[in-house]
Each structure stands twice: as C-alpha cells, then as structure tokens.
C-alpha cells in the first residue's frame, strides 16, 4: 500500500512539474505561438521520460531473469539522466509556486502588484540546477579528495607514535564500468601518502562478484608496511538483486570474499588480528556489515573483539557507523572505529565553511571524525557511487588519519 501511494504521489508532483514547466516556458518563447508548436516541446519531454521508464523496465526484467552487474549499472544510468532532465524543471515549479504564493499573500492584504512578467527566474534557476547536476555527472564523481584528521590517544602504545592511517570506502567498483583507470589514480594517491595501515571498510561491490574482475592486479599494488585490512559492507552480501537459489548467492559472496584476498586484504569477518612493533602490539578487529533496518545485521561486535585483553589498543572496522552510535561507543575496550556507508548522500556543502548533507538527517555520524570520550570514530564518505551516478558538493574521499600518542 505505501509503495501505491508513493508512486501516486511521484506521479502526480511529475505531472504538475511538467504542466508548471511548460506553462512557464510558453510565456517566455512561445507566447505568439500556434498551439500545435506551444505543446511539442511537452510533447518530446513527455516522450524522452517514457523512453527512460521504458529503458529502466527492460534493464530491471533482464536483471530478475539473468542477474548481472551490467544491467544493473545500466539502471542507475538511466535514473540519472531522469534525474538530469527532470530536477531542473521540478526547480522552476518551485520557484512558480513560490512566486504564485507570495502574489496571492499580497492581493489578500491588496498590495499593489507589478504587471506579470515571464518567469525568467524560474528559468535561471532551472539552468543553474542543470549544470550544478551535469557537473557532478561529468566530474563530481571521480574529483578524488584526500581528508585529513589527527587523533591524540594516551593509551596507544609508544612503538605506533604517529601512525599514518589511509582509509577507503564503498568503491562500487562495478559502477566504474570496468574503466581502471580511475582506480589506478587512486592507488596511487594512497601510495604517495606512504600509510603504515591501509583500511577499507566495505562495498567493493554494488552485488556482483564479476564487478572486480581484472581489478585484483591493481589493488595488490597498495603498499601499507604494517598491513592491509578489510570488512565486508551491506552491497558485498549481494542482497540487492534477484538470486535464483541461495546457493548462487552464497557462491557469489565467495568470489567476493576471494577478490578481496586476492587484492592483499587481510578480511576480518567478526575477528581479530594483531599488528606488532617493536615491544609492542595493536588489536585490530573488523565486523561484518550491520546496520538499522531496514538493512541487515550481520556483524557481531562482540565476537570480533573477543579474546583481545582489556589494556590493548583496539581499533575496529565496521562498515556502517549506525553501530558504533547504537553499541560500539559503549564498549570501553574499542579505541577507534573507521565506517563508511553513508557516502555522505553523494550531496552536501562542504566548500563554503559548511558541512552539510541532508544525509545527517539519517545518520547523526555521517562523515568526518567523531568524538564520545575516549573514544573516536572516522565516518569515510565513501569513494564509489551508486544509484545517482554522480556526486555534487561532496567528493569521492580518500582518508589520512594520524594517531599521536598524547
């Protein structure tokens, strides 16, 4: 029932967007037009949209009948050029309505109002909006960013003093369409950093185990002295596509879990593992992917840091940071804990003094370095995209986090 009413909602604001649009964009060009010519521009939008639903129903079929990353890609392709040609004109029906609104609230208290002139507002904004979006489509989403973040913990052993940390996070891999690439740029980018320790913490993978294929050679050739560490996100159990047996998709999860080995990454699936140097040793545990429902709750926090005494230094991998804030902080054992998930929305302000993203209104840590006592968390905004294939105001991140002993 609810998934009926948003689809008749959806229906109804793309049916008004489209009327709003159009009537705006009569005034301005077609004024002394013939009626025929007033309706063609409708009519071709009209026609574009049902080509794309069209596009989006066939990729969707081929997916259930025949699961594959290409199809799938193809989806989120098509979803973005709607996005492309519809968002800008749902910013022109805001920015009407908003006019009419305001010229209703005048003639009630009988303003005087200026003759009604085109709205050549509405169609700046409806400009801007296009470009802010084919912009984020074209560049957004490979303008790699390196974050930086220092940490100052009295508990980390003196032989770790500035340990260097890189982090990744949900690459998507398969949403790249097999162009290396830009992968390639970012292995780079990590091995210029020189990091004792490189992380990733989940979704190698938008499902499909074929996504990684000819990626394993490139990723080998990360260079972290002190070791490489992974867990599995929310994507990499495959969970978002129609399997036809549960064996075909256990057997999937296997690939997976062999491309990451075969990448260099220690995989830590609800364990833990020691690094040593010197006189000294760290605990890093990893935890599979758990999050808040709707998503599922593989990982087992408890079992991964079990066994590790009570005065080591512990830091955890856990891909989704919904929880650290609803267990992990509350686990005095647990030091510092790397997340991604959020991929801070793929949309936010963040080069104007601001960190914003409308993602916070789900996650409270949804990217950056996060503080509960003693305890830290670094919430990575993710590297890959996935659904919109673009990124606007919040960059594909690469994380450096320095831990000093205080």
């Known amino acids: 029932m609810k998934i009926i009413v948003s689809l008749l909602i959806s229906l109804i604001i793309y049916i008004g967007t489209l009327l709003i649009f159009y009537k705006g964009i009569r005034e301005i060009f077609f004024k002394n037009s013939t009626r025929k010519r007033k309706i063609t521009w409708l009519l071709i939008d009209i026609f574009i949209s049902a080509l794309i639903f069209i596009f989006i129903a066939i990729y969707y079929f081929q997916i259930r009948n025949h699961p594959n990353y290409i199809s799938f890609t193809k989806i989120f392709y098509s979803v973005t050029f709607f996005f492309l040609t519809f968002i800008p004109k749902l910013a022109f029906a805001i920015v009407q309505v908003i006019r009419f609104t305001i010229s209703v609230f005048l003639r009630i208290f009988k303003v005087k109002l200026r003759k009604k002139r085109p709205p ?4 700046i904004h409806c400009i801007i909006i296009f470009f802010i979006i084919l912009w984020g489509i074209a560049y957004g989403k490979t303008n790699f960013k390196v974050r930086e973040a220092n940490i100052c913990s009295p508990s980390l052993p003196e032989s770790f003093n500035n340990l260097k940390i890189v982090q990744v ?3 998507h891999i398969g949403s790249f369409c097999n162009n290396k690439s830009y992968m390639l740029q970012v292995v780079n980018i990590i091995n210029d950093l020189k990091p004792d320790i490189v992380f990733f913490t989940g979704d190698l993978v938008n499902n499909f185990a074929d996504e990684a294929n000819g990626y394993d050679s490139i990723f ?14 929310n994507h990499d159990f495959g969970d978002y596509t129609v399997w036809r047996t549960p064996e075909t998709k256990n057997t999937n999860l296997n690939e997976i879990i062999f491309h990451y080995n075969a990448m260099g990454f220690k995989l830590l699936r609800n364990t833990n593992c020691y690094i040593v140097k010197g006189n000294d040793s760290i605990a890093i545990a990893g935890v599979d992917s758990w999050g808040l429902p709707p998503f599922k709750q593989y990982g087992d926090v408890m079992k991964a840091i079990d066994g590790i005494p009570q005065n080591t230094y512990t830091i955890l991998l856990s891909h989704d940071p919904s929880y650290w804030n609803s267990v992990i902080k509350y686990i005095k054992k647990i030091s510092v804990t790397f997340s991604g998930h959020t991929h801070g929305m793929q949309l936010g302000l963040e080069n104007i003094g601001i960190e914003w993203s409308p ?10 370095l ?3 006592g003693e305890q ?5 905004r993710g590297l890959g995209f996935i659904g919109f294939t673009g990124r606007i105001g919040m960059s594909p991140e690469i994380t ?7």
Do not use: F
């Open 120 to 123: 050549y507002i509405a169609l």
């Open 220 to 233: 080998q050739k990360i260079k972290a002295p002190l070791g490489k560490y992974a867990v599995l996100g």
């Open 370 to 372: 996060y503080c509960d």
């Open 376 to 380: 830290y968390l670094y919430v990575n």
């Open 400 to 406: 450096l986090l320095e831990i000093k002993k205080k």
């Open 359 to 368: 993602i916070k209104y789900r996650y409270p840590q949804w990217g950056g």
């Open 169 to 171: 996070s949900d690459i």
